[in-house]
């Protein structure tokens, strides 16, 4: 092959000229003995004369197999070899081995088990089965809703009512395992807001209660724990004495505790040492006292320096409910509509009588004042 290149010519036109023209000369002598070769073998393969191969594609790559193969004959060619695919639980771990996608296995489009005879250039396809993953089943919960506190203080002011959220969870059917979860409605919350004293603009109003502590009591503490809505108690020392541990979780609970004397007397009509008696008796009992709510609000000047001279501060109401007349929640609400104001300081009664209708109205005027804007506190952040 050397031979062709000329002693004058340089070596690099000379590494370039080199391969070409022996290339060229070796094509056409390939060309001269394959095509007959090939012609010939066109001819003889349909008799299955032995000594010839057919060549198919398995996945790309070229095989002879022996003339007269059928697909039977390939069974024990690695190549061939496919299986089905595994299973997979949702966190993509393989719970086993089959129950996936099947294998494929085709010859020219067609599954390799329903062709027999194997034809020279056959395109073999071949690949294992891909993984199934395990059903998902979906549950969904409730995000309850709470009731949030802001601040500190003991006037309360409503804010806002929440709402139930929802959450949705998918789990694997058979694994149990979360695949994932997401809220599909976010919850928001009751939010009320508490201030030590009261804001500019601030409209305010007081629930107290006279004449206990009774039997009715804890379902009135009940009543305002259900929105920690600090009241006034104008206690009875007389009562007082008789449930101590009514006092104490009124104390514990944040409500203010006031004297309404030992005993009920009309003041305007008792002498000075009766009126310090049932001031100071009662004082004992709930460990002092800021103000002094008469009974039955009967008052006059000496009354109020009586009161004075014990260091007692006179208290009375705007709205009267007429509680103790045992009317019916709506009776005691329509009294409730129309006398309060912003300052309003609401008499009820949660001793001396059944007062079940007072128990009852509780969270109706609660609720109300809230919505008309009040804030709820005690009596001393107003007087
Ligand atoms: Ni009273």
């Not at 500190?152 to 789990?171: K, L, T």
């Not at 979860?181 to 009261?198: A, E, F, G, Q």
């Not at 329509?334 to 209708?357: C, F, W, Y």
Request: aromatic share 8%.
């Amino acid at each position: 092959m050397n031979a062709h290149s000329g002693p004058g010519q340089s070596r690099t036109t000379e590494t370039r000229r080199r391969p070409r023209r022996p290339r060229t000369g070796r094509i056409a002598v390939l060309c001269a003995f394959i095509v007959p070769l090939a012609a010939l073998a066109f001819f003889l393969a349909p008799t299955g004369h032995a000594g010839l191969t057919k060549v198919v594609q398995v996945n790309g790559t070229a095989i002879s197999v022996p003339s007269g193969a059928r697909v039977s004959d390939l069974a024990e060619l690695s190549a061939l070899v496919a299986r089905d695919g595994p299973t997979l639980d949702v966190a993509g771990d393989v719970t086993a081995l089959e129950g996936g996608l099947p294998a494929v296995r085709h010859l020219d489009g067609l599954s390799l088990d329903d062709v027999y005879h194997l034809r020279d250039g056959a395109v073999i396809t071949v690949r294992h089965g891909g993984p199934v993953a395990e059903r998902i089943y979906r549950q969904s919960e409730e995000i309850p809703s709470e009731t949030v506190y802001a601040g500190e203080g003991n006037i309360v002011s409503f804010v806002q009512w929440g709402a139930p959220g929802q959450r949705e969870f998918y789990d694997g059917m058979f694994s149990g395992k979360r695949a994932a979860s997401l809220v599909t409605t976010p919850v928001t919350h009751t939010v009320y807001r508490l201030d030590s004293t009261p804001q500019p603009g601030q409209k305010l109003a007081a629930l107290t209660f006279d004449d206990g502590p009774g039997t009715h009591t804890h379902s009135v503490l009940d009543a305002l724990a259900a929105r920690h809505i600090p009241a006034t108690f104008f206690v009875l020392g007389s009562s007082a004495s008789a449930y101590p541990d009514i006092i104490q979780r009124m104390r514990d609970e944040g409500h203010e505790i006031e004297n309404h004397t030992w005993s009920h007397p009309w003041l305007t009509k008792v002498s000075a040492e009766t009126f310090n008696s049932q001031i100071q008796r009662t004082n004992a009992v709930i460990g002092g006292s800021r103000y002094l709510r008469p009974p039955y609000g009967d008052t006059n000047s000496t009354v109020r320096a009586r009161a004075a001279a014990l260091g007692l501060q006179l208290a009375f109401w705007t709205v009267d409910t007429r509680d103790w007349e045992r009317q019916e929640v709506e009776a005691i609400m329509s009294h409730v509509k129309a006398e309060t104001q912003p300052g309003a300081i609401i008499l009820m009664h949660d001793g001396g009588d059944n007062r079940l209708q007072t128990v009852a109205a509780v969270p109706v005027i609660i609720d109300w004042l809230f919505e008309q804007g009040y804030s709820l506190t005690t009596v001393d952040q107003i007087l």
